[in-house]
């Protein structure tokens, strides 16, 4: 069965604190691991696509890796803005995406 | 460019009342999807559309809901009758057809409350 498990499910960090976000996934035939961002009362909005075990991905503070059985997201010295929700979401071979259930980010000042 | 348009933004109706709500995708977007989001929870894929084809509505509740994509532009989602447990946040999105442009852009959604 096709799934995605993110964990942490809630992370607190204190600004300028670096941490990884996790999404470990299983389905068949990965074409495309993708990570959003959303904020409360909005739409995900998107951040990253990656597409072969290697690849890298980085916009300001955030770097996407991904391996053949996970992604991480990276978040290098976080500020306040940066507190959200990040979903991740992998796309199998019958372009169907499932999506995790997502890490609530906290960055205090 | 305009991103992917979702209306009402919030709805608060009586159970067994009927809903629907509305979604205009990117301009040029062929594949358009309807999610559900329940709190502290992702997005659960309720339908996808290319172009004006239902591909993939497994996980639709067809005694109730109920979506049309005439033209293979905008789109509309329908419950009736809504029960309690629809109370939820409404996602459309859509994606332009490729391996590498296939990547979903999310609207505001439409969060509904049924009383």
């Known amino acids: 069965e096709d799934q995605v498990t993110q964990s942490p499910e809630a992370l607190r960090l204190q600004e300028g604190e670096s941490s990884s976000l996790n999404c470990s996934y299983t389905?068949?035939?990965?074409?495309?691991l993708f990570w959003y961002r959303q904020d409360p009362g909005k739409g995900p909005e998107f951040l990253f696509t990656?597409?072969?075990a290697g690849e890298e991905k980085e916009k300001e503070r955030l770097k996407a890796t991904l391996t053949k059985k996970e992604s991480f997201l990276h978040i290098t010295a976080p500020k306040p803005e940066d507190s959200a929700t990040y979903l991740c979401?992998?796309?199998?071979?019958?372009?169907?995406?499932?999506f995790g259930t997502g890490t609530s980010l906290t960055v205090i000042p | 460019e305009a991103g992917v348009v979702q209306s009402p933004r919030y709805k608060i109706i009586e159970k067994k009342q009927p809903v629907a709500f509305w979604c205009n995708p990117i301009?040029?977007?062929?594949?358009l999807y309807w999610y559900l989001q329940n709190l502290g929870q992702g997005p659960e894929l309720l339908i996808r559309?290319?172009?004006?084809?239902?591909?993939?509505d497994s996980q639709l509740p067809k005694d109730r809901f109920s979506a049309e994509r005439l033209k293979g532009v905008d789109s509309t989602l329908k419950i009736q009758p809504a029960e309690l447990g629809d109370s939820a946040v409404y996602l459309c999105?859509?994606?332009?057809?490729?391996?590498?442009?296939?990547?979903?852009?999310f609207g505001p959604g439409t969060r509904l409350t049924v009383l």
């Open positions: 999105a859509s994606s332009s057809r490729g391996e590498s442009t296939d990547t979903q852009y």
């Open positions: 990656l597409y072969s």
């Open positions: 389905v068949s035939g990965l074409r495309g």
């Open positions: 559309y290319e172009n004006e084809e239902a591909v993939d």
């Open positions: 979401a992998a796309r199998n071979t019958g372009n169907q995406f499932y």
């Open positions: 301009s040029g977007h062929n594949t």
